[in-house]
């Protein structure tokens, strides 16, 4: 089956700075990538996904890359701001499949 | 995005009472229902899909008489915690699917079982 690996656990910045997360895959079959973002005792939120026959897509402040031949995708968060603190999941699968998700990257945006 | 309202959001109980988790796409139909457990600070681990009008399908290691998931209507799935007990404590979190691949999750259960 899938294996996601997601890097760092943590990550701190100062309000403004970029945020890159990063995750590898293992399974070459997958081809979406979902991130989301979870709040304390919250469910997860979607905030951008790719498809396999995509490299890059972006969403205002959000971008993410997907590197098919390495097998990993990042998540790029530009003018970080406090409200985007938070845990950051990655997830790999097929299409219509089920989906595995990454350890999760707890981010602190510092004001 | 779609919404998937989950309730309740807190469950206190006694060991050995069954616990009802609730699921309903408001604005979507769900042609898939995922049920998700989830440890803290830890991330998502599947524990069965389900398809409409069909039986879930559990993952390895998961009881499947221990956690009952109904998926009767295209927006409503439920998951029974049945007979709970103190290991059973945990996030239970749902997420539905209708057409496409986005996956739209609910608010999420937090059940103590004392």
């Known amino acids: 089956g899938e294996n996601v690996e997601q890097h760092p656990s943590t990550l701190s910045v100062q309000e403004g700075d970029s945020a890159v997360i990063k995750c590898t895959y293992s399974d070459s079959a997958s081809n979406y990538f979902p991130w989301y973002k979870q709040e304390l005792g919250k469910g997860p939120q979607l905030i951008i996904d790719i498809r396999s026959n995509v490299g890059e897509k972006k969403d205002q402040r959000i971008a993410v890359t997907l590197n098919k031949t390495a097998k990993h995708f990042s998540l790029h968060i530009t003018e970080t701001q406090p409200e985007d603190s938070a845990v950051y999941f990655c997830?790999?699968?097929?299409?219509?499949?089920?989906?595995?998700f990454g350890q999760g990257t707890i981010l602190t945006v510092h004001p | 995005g779609a919404v998937v309202s989950q309730h309740p959001s807190r469950v206190i109980c006694k060991s050995g009472t069954s616990v009802k988790i609730e699921c309903r796409s408001l604005d979507f139909q769900a042609t898939t229902m995922f049920w998700y457990r989830q440890f803290p600070k830890q991330s998502l681990m599947l524990m069965a899909t389900s398809n409409e009008g069909s039986k879930a399908t559990y993952e390895q290691g998961v009881e499947k008489d221990k956690f009952l998931i109904n998926h009767a209507s295209l927006t409503l799935s439920t998951l029974t915690v049945a007979s709970a007990h103190p290991e059973d404590s945990s996030f239970y979190i749902c997420s539905g699917r209708e057409w496409g691949e986005k996956l739209f999750f609910g608010s999420g259960t937090q059940l103590s079982v004392l």
């Open positions: 997830a790999g699968g097929t299409s219509y499949g089920k989906l595995t």
